[in-house]
């Protein structure tokens, strides 16, 4: 699986736009860019997937530049819910398929009032 | 409906004792995951049940885990002669086939 680099933390205030970048310098031709979020005392959940272009879902927008090498989720207008880890997975095939799911550290992200 | 549900929520035990955990799926998903999270760190494959068989347990990390799904549902995490190091968080996931993995709340696991 492609090695993923991603901010260890973010801080952002309620009503703003949250952005994280994730590098993926090797991503290969058939990968995907999936990211998870995590709630403490949850496991880990789905929220957007995508290979290339824009992804916009009813949680975030995903946007992936043509080379690849990087992706960006985009959560709009934070509330204090929206505080919790980001996970960027780069993995072959669709969704489901890469069963091994492997998750880098993380970006904690911390919505204050 | 229900989702992934995983008991006991904490265990604590003394080093060198035997620990089972054990997950829920969800009900009709064939496909069943453990993952190990340690503090600070993204969640780690263990092992993958499709239906009643282990299809990959590559990521447990010696032969004191062991795990079990008898008649394709509920499963058991097996911990033999536990050790501080197994100290961590243990995540059950479960999917229909090829399709998204629902991870259940975890086991936090503490071993004295």
């Known amino acids: 699986l492609a090695k993923t680099t991603q901010p260890i933390s973010m801080d952002s205030y309620e009503g703003q736009e949250v952005n994280i970048t994730c590098s993926h310098n090797?991503?290969?031709?058939?990968?995907?860019i999936t990211w998870y979020q995590q709630f403490p005392s949850q496991g880990p959940r789905f929220i957007i997937q995508?290979?290339?272009t824009k992804v916009t879902n009813e949680v975030a927008s995903l946007f992936i530049p043509a080379d690849r090498k990087s992706s960006t989720l985009s959560l709009p207008r934070v509330s204090l819910s929206d505080t919790a880890v980001y996970y960027c997975?780069?993995?072959?095939?669709?969704?489901?398929?890469?069963?091994?799911?492997?998750f880098g550290a993380g970006t904690t992200v911390t919505v204050r009032a | 409906g229900a989702g992934v549900s995983q008991t006991p929520s904490n265990k604590v035990t003394e080093k060198g004792k035997y620990v089972e955990l054990r997950c829920d799926p969800i009900?009709?998903?064939?496909?069943l995951y453990w993952y190990r999270q340690s503090l600070g760190q993204g969640p780690e494959f263990l092992i993958y049940?499709?239906?009643?068989?282990?299809?990959?347990d590559s990521g447990l990390p010696n032969d004191r885990f062991f795990a079990v799904r008898p008649e394709g549902s509920v499963s058991t995490l097996k911990i033999q002669r536990t050790e501080r190091g197994d100290s961590a968080v243990y995540l059950c996931?479960?999917?229909?086939?090829?399709?998204?993995?629902?991870f259940g709340p975890g086991t936090r696991l503490t071993v004295l």
């Open positions: 996931a479960s999917s229909p086939p090829n399709d998204e993995q629902f």
């Open positions: 090797n991503i290969a031709t058939n990968d995907y």
């Open positions: 995508g290979y290339k």
């Open positions: 997975l780069v993995g072959a095939t669709s969704r489901g398929n890469d069963y091994k799911l492997s």
């Open positions: 009900s009709g998903h064939t496909a």
């Open positions: 049940f499709q239906g009643t068989g282990a299809a990959d």
